[in-house]
């Protein structure tokens, strides 16, 4: 890989992770979630940093083209990352359910004793 | 003993007044709560100006997460026995005593309001019937018991089974899949029959393009009921 290529990367990654942890520091992002994201940055600088590493992974899975190894650990990764957000969404219709009706009952209740 | 009705109500303006109606004037010893699931027409409105009991979800549940605020009411208000009565008119109150002395006498858990038992009254079209019948069948098959309308929504638990549900309801289609959860838990199902009316108002929550996934989604949450410990 060129080394301006990599450059660029690297250059690029650290703009993106400066703007993650900028936003979880303005209460943006909750960094429970923002810490997959962060994680991945920092892989694809090691990747980038030492593209051999590619390469080694590539001939010990017995993968002629180095870049499928990239692509299918980018592909493995999306599809956990949205597993995991179904998995969150779930849990949070569940809790929002729960809140909505206990709303609704102490409301109910509160008229109640307005009234009488 | 205390009894409620539950009545979950999803835009039925035309119906509800008639449904809450004849529910004081045919229900004399039950009590009722409307749950009005975020209607967007006035049924909200038209249930303040009639004084009726209701409560006003701040977002819209489907009728499970509807119905589930009634037994939550049920069991905060300590209720006995609570059945769920549709605010679209189908279900005739006039059947609700006979429903909770046979509770009581046969010491069920749940009993049902059936429309196939006798075969009398709305029976809804061939395609429904079809469904209904695939129900009964997957229900049998699954746990070995016969419930002849698996999705009537005309039923009345007792107190037990108002905590069950409490915790846990399923949020839309809830009528057979919550028969399987009862029924895997040893809990003693009956059926009384029922005659039911057409629809006096509103659309039902099954529309045609619904009904495929109406029937993959129950079928899988009944099947994962049934193999789940």
């Known amino acids: 890989m060129d080394i301006k290529l990599q450059i660029i990367i690297a250059v690029i990654i650290f703009l993106v992770l400066i703007f993650i942890i900028n936003m979880i520091r303005k209460g943006q ?12 940055g920092v892989g694809i600088l090691i990747l980038d940093l030492f593209p051999n590493l590619i390469s080694g992974i590539a001939s010990l899975m017995g993968v002629g083209q180095p870049i499928n190894i990239l692509f299918f650990f980018g592909f493995c990764f999306a599809l956990l990352l949205i597993f995991v957000l179904t ?27 307005k009234n009488s | 003993m205390k009894k409620l009705i539950i009545i979950p109500a999803y835009n039925e303006s035309e119906s509800i007044v008639e449904t809450v109606q004849d529910i004081i004037n045919n229900a004399k010893d039950f009590d009722y709560i409307i749950i009005n699931d975020c209607s967007t027409d006035n049924t909200k409105e038209l249930c303040e100006q009639n004084n009726f009991n209701v409560i006003n979800l701040p ?15 049920a069991k905060e208000n300590d209720y006995d026995l609570a059945v769920q009565v549709d605010g679209d008119g189908q279900h005739d109150p006039a059947f609700l005593c006979e429903m909770s002395e046979y509770l009581i006498t046969h010491d069920l858990d749940m009993v049902i309001g059936s429309r196939f038992i006798k075969k009398e009254g709305f029976q809804s079209s061939l395609m429904r019937r079809v469904g209904i019948k695939y129900f009964t069948w997957i229900i049998r098959l699954l746990t070995g018991e016969v419930v002849t309308d698996p999705t009537s929504g005309l039923r009345i638990i007792n107190k037990e089974i108002i905590n069950i549900f409490c915790k846990e309801y399923p949020r839309d289609y809830p009528e057979p899949e919550s028969i399987v959860v009862l029924l895997k838990l040893h809990k003693k199902i009956g059926e009384v029959p029922v005659i039911m009316r057409e629809r006096a108002g509103g659309i039902s929550s099954i529309s045609a393009v619904k009904s495929v996934y109406y029937m993959i989604k129950v079928s899988l949450a009944i099947f994962i009921e049934a193999i789940r410990k």
Not at chain 1, 29 to 34: D, E, I, N, S
Not at chain 1, 91 to 108: E, G, P, R, V, Y
């Open chain 1, 29 to 40: 992002l909750v960094l429970k979630y923002a810490l997959t994201w962060i994680l991945v």
């Open chain 1, 87 to 113: 998995v969150t969404v779930s849990k949070m219709s569940i809790q929002i359910k729960d809140l909505a009706q206990q709303i609704a009952l102490n409301n109910q209740s509160n008229e109640k004793t």
């Open chain 2, 59 to 73: 977002i819209n549940l489907g009728i499970g997460g509807a119905v589930q605020t009634g037994y939550k009411y």
